[in-house]
């Protein structure tokens, strides 16, 4: 079965600042897709960022990236230029030929 | 825009109660999801459906059923609440089962307390 570990249960990054959330999946397949969503205090799931796993470029929408390392099976999130509203949980997620697998989730806190 | 919808966003129930959790989505979609979602353990798969009247086990359906007798709905059943039930229920749905890239719609949730 398919797992999805992020190992930092929480961070905090300084506005403005970068910061890096980190995955790491465990697989036998060789065709699947790979999510970052944000739960905000909302509680709304919100889809931040979707990678392809035969596609070798990392995905980027505006201030957020991914670093995808296929062989490692990293997908790690940067967040360029904190904002306030990017404090929200983060859970990291993969989708096969089973429904998405979700990881633990990393509490992001931003400081003003 | 899609919307998912879950009809209650807070509910109290007593120990051995029927729970129905109902969810709504007005796109479509064939595939709809339960997970259930709580600290420290991310969200987990309970059901799943895929077509109407069919339903799949997730990760943990014990002590839980659901119900898709229309496409539009899926609901979720616990057909005797305990206290270890006490979560949030989110709701989503899709086009596909996630093979084909298709992002999840989720619902709002349900926090659920069983006292």
């Known amino acids: 079965a398919q797992t999805v570990t992020q190992s930092q249960p929480e961070m905090s990054v300084q506005e403005a600042e970068t910061v890096t959330l980190s995955c790491t999946y465990d697989?036998?397949?060789?065709?699947?897709?790979l999510f970052w969503y944000k739960q905000p205090p909302s509680r709304q799931m919100i889809l931040v960022i979707r990678?392809?796993?035969?596609?070798?470029q990392n995905a980027t929408e505006n201030r957020f990236s991914v670093n995808f390392q296929k062989a490692a099976k990293s997908f790690s999130l940067k967040i360029s230029d904190s904002q306030l509203g990017d404090a929200a949980m983060y859970f990291c997620?993969?989708?096969?030929?089973?429904?998405?697998?979700f990881g633990k989730g990393t509490r992001l806190s931003v400081i003003a | 825009d899609v919307k998912v919808t879950q009809s209650s966003r807070y509910l109290v129930k007593r120990t051995g109660e029927k729970v129905f959790l109902e969810c709504v989505q007005d796109?479509?979609?064939?595939?709809m999801f339960w997970y259930r979602q709580d600290p420290g353990l991310g969200l987990r798969l309970i059901y799943f459906?895929?077509?109407?009247?069919?339903?799949e086990k997730g990760d943990i359906p014990e002590g839980y059923s659901v119900s898709r007798e229309k496409k539009e709905r899926f609901s979720l059943i616990l057909e005797s609440a305990s206290t270890n039930q006490t979560s949030m229920y989110l709701c989503?749905?899709?086009?596909?089962?996630?093979?084909?890239?298709?992002?999840?719609?989720f619902g709002s949730g349900t926090q659920l307390s069983v006292l």
């Open positions: 989503a749905s899709s086009l596909s089962m996630g093979q084909g890239g298709e992002k999840l719609f």
């Open positions: 459906s895929y077509d109407v009247k069919m339903k």
């Open positions: 796109m479509d979609h064939e595939n």
């Open positions: 990678q392809e796993a035969y596609k070798q």
């Open positions: 997620a993969y989708a096969g030929n089973t429904p998405l697998v």
């Open positions: 697989t036998s397949e060789s065709d699947y897709y």
